[in-house]
């Protein structure tokens, strides 16, 4: 059941985005992982279609997964975000009414182009699940995912994420521009946001709770946990490196690459699911000594040297 449903998730994503399986299984790592998601690409590749074709793979209607979209922007206030209590002249009190975020999967689109202090509205609920306003605590939808998107080459009217906030990013992804025959096939095929709009459920909200449960269930060897903690701890001390990764970012990277395992169909973690996701789980933790350095090409090379001082191989086996 659990091979068939990441399939079916991925196969269905494919019908709108082509020619981009690696990417698809990445986003799907994370979801499966129960982690929140940044989109950090150029313009018009598709983030937004992204992150709207998971929600709609995911159950539906009202049984299923809700899904809301905030569209940041400068003028946007933090009770925009988490909702805010409202005083009901009928009943002479206060009544809590929800904001988008309380639900199960949220977009923040173009997450950078509002102001730090509504930026800081999604740190509680994004690292605990839910939002406290005045003394009293709501929680979010359960599965809870933030898929946010922003683009890296405009720095007008944009606000750089802080750490705290790109430390909750269990991965950053890139769509990348799709290949020549993907994009001949755009111009003839249903545009995306037309198929979108006919898109089916693929899998139940319950398949994909048990399937995430499957997945944090999967096998890693202790010497695959010591290169994990290895990797993450070389960032801390890396000469062009001013920020390196937080304990948070292992755990985050242990889960990712269990789900990845499981998405590919096995019940252990391989030194290939490390090696795919380093980039994506600890390259937007760190802060660079020169921003001539290349923070991918760091992890690359910290990620490759560990790996290979893994001697012989590994019994992955239960």
Known sequence: MTGVTASALIDGAERIIRGK???????????????????DDNPGLGKTTAAKTIAALIGGGEAGLSFKRIQFTPDLLPYDITGVDVFDAKTQSFRFVPGP???????ADEINRTTPKVQSALLEVMAERQVTIGSTSHK?????????TQNPVES????PLPAAQLDRFMLRLSLGYPDRGAEIAMLSDTPSEAALRKLEPVISVEDFLAARAEAASIFCHDVLKEAIVDIVRETRTHKSLLLGSSPRAALHFLAASRAL???????FVTDEDIAALAVPVLSHRLKLRDARDVRDKIVREITLARIEKIDGVV???L
């Open 315 to 317: 019994e992955l086996s």
């Open 21 to 39: 399986r690696e990417f698809w299984e990445l986003l799907c790592a994370g979801l499966f992982a129960g982690g929140h998601v940044l989109l």
């Open 156 to 159: 007008e009217g944009t606000f």
């Open 140 to 148: 979010a939808g359960e599965p809870f995912f933030v898929i946010a």
């Open 101 to 107: 975020v309380l639900s199960n999967i949220v977009l």
């Open 261 to 267: 395992a499981f998405i590919r169909g096995r019940s």
